[in-house]
């Protein structure tokens, strides 16, 4: 199969990680990441990962609930070097080699991220999943993709989620929902579409990064995406 991008940054939620529980991280489905993941990889493409840890805890909520913000949030890093670690495991067990790289330094379980270090395993074929967020509080891990996907010369963002693409309203409470095949940063930023935090969002456009947005649950919706067939919804850069 032939690829339209080299290197691509994925995006995986914290909740994608649980399946149909309702917390936590379900083993069935890091194995079924993992073996779609390790395909696209074993083709030659450079995957990098930025994993949130939504399923475990979210800063936001804990701060809605009265905890101090920041201290939510550096709970929350905490939680995605759990699912990091989770997805690592999950990746050697494919036989692939994978690199956790951490923002907040835990040297025991896990590398210090370091731009250039990453970028030498990604070249060699290493996984790397980048844990921890950016390491700031106040910032979301979609924020952390972006950066990343930026920093380490992706080709392409892609988001996972649980939803085909993006659409004009909510597709879960509306059944005339309009899915959009291809859409505009700016169109995405005035139209106020979840796609992406804003931050994230306006990285991506100074910086002309495409995004991606597709459905995760598919056996083989990434192979497709990165092939160039029309999955999901891409956001691009109007001229």
Do not use: W
């Not at 339209?4 to 995986?12: C, D, H, N, T």
């Not at 489905?29 to 475990?56: F, P, W």
């Not at 709970?75 to 670690?85: C, Q, R, S, W």
């Not at 169109?187 to 910086?207: H, I, K, P, S, Y």
Request: proline residues 3%; contains cysteine.
């Amino acid at each position: 199969m032939t690829y339209q991008y080299k290197r691509v940054l994925l995006k995986l939620s914290g909740e994608a990680l649980m399946g149909e529980g309702g917390y936590g991280i379900d083993p069935h489905v890091t194995e079924r990441l993992a073996k779609q993941i390790t395909s696209i990889a074993q083709d030659g493409v450079e995957v990098g990962i930025v994993v949130g840890g939504g399923n475990i805890f979210r800063g936001l909520a804990g701060s809605a609930k009265g905890m101090d913000r920041a201290q939510a949030d550096y709970m929350g890093m905490l939680a995605t070097i759990m699912n990091a670690l989770a997805l690592q495991d999950a990746f050697e067990k494919q036989q692939v080699s994978c690199r956790v790289m951490s923002a907040i330094q835990m040297n025991e379980v896990c590398e210090p991220y370091i731009r250039r270090r990453a970028m030498n395993h990604l070249a060699k074929g290493d996984i790397v999943i980048f844990a921890a967020g950016s390491g700031n509080p106040y910032f979301t891990t979609d924020t952390a993709a972006a950066l990343r996907a930026c920093e380490i010369g992706a080709d392409c963002l892609l988001k996972a989620t649980k939803v085909d693409g993006i659409y004009d309203r909510d597709p879960i409470n509306n059944d005339d929902a309009v899915r959009f095949e291809s859409i505009s940063y700016h169109e995405v930023l005035v139209r106020g579409l979840q796609v992406m935090d804003a931050t994230a969002t306006a990285l991506c456009q100074d910086n002309k990064m495409p995004i991606i947005v597709l459905n995760i649950e598919g056996t083989d919706t990434i192979k497709r995406a990165l092939s160039g067939e029309p999955v999901g919804t891409v956001v691009y850069q109007e001229d």
